[in-house]
């Protein structure tokens, strides 16, 4: 692993982003691993797939990040809403059709709540 300063050619540069790339892959297939057991535990308790207060809670939480590490926070909600809107739909596909309601107020299992 180099900083970006220490890059000295293109060759660098695209091998570390190369492999950054790979970093994300696989941190988004161990986010849908928690995906698919929320998917379980929201089918064990009754809850819906989309919780329209954890979706906000969720964006807001990476619009903060996007700010503190010098990304642009509208930017990084565009990316992070497809991705909820991905999760979403993978939990319904394990949920069936009656997740397809936003349950928000009777959500009384916050605890179980993931995005």
């Not at 790339?21 to 379980?40: F, P």
């Not at 809850?47 to 700010?67: C, T």
Request: hydrophobic share 40%; proline share 4%; net charge negative.
């Amino acid at each position: 692993m180099r900083a970006p300063n220490d890059c000295a050619t293109m060759t660098e540069l695209r091998a570390e982003i190369d492999r950054l790339d790979a970093d994300l892959v696989r941190l988004l297939s161990e986010r849908a691993a928690y995906i698919d057991r929320a998917a379980r535990i929201k089918a064990g308790v009754d809850l819906p797939a989309r919780i329209g207060s954890r979706v906000e809670e969720v964006v807001a939480n990476v619009r903060g990040h996007a700010m503190t590490h010098g990304l642009p926070p509208d930017l990084v909600e565009k990316l992070w809403r497809r991705l909820i809107d991905w999760s979403i739909a993978r939990e319904e596909s394990h949920l069936g059709p009656d997740s397809l309601r936003d349950d928000s107020l009777r959500a009384d299992n916050n605890d179980t709540e993931t995005t």
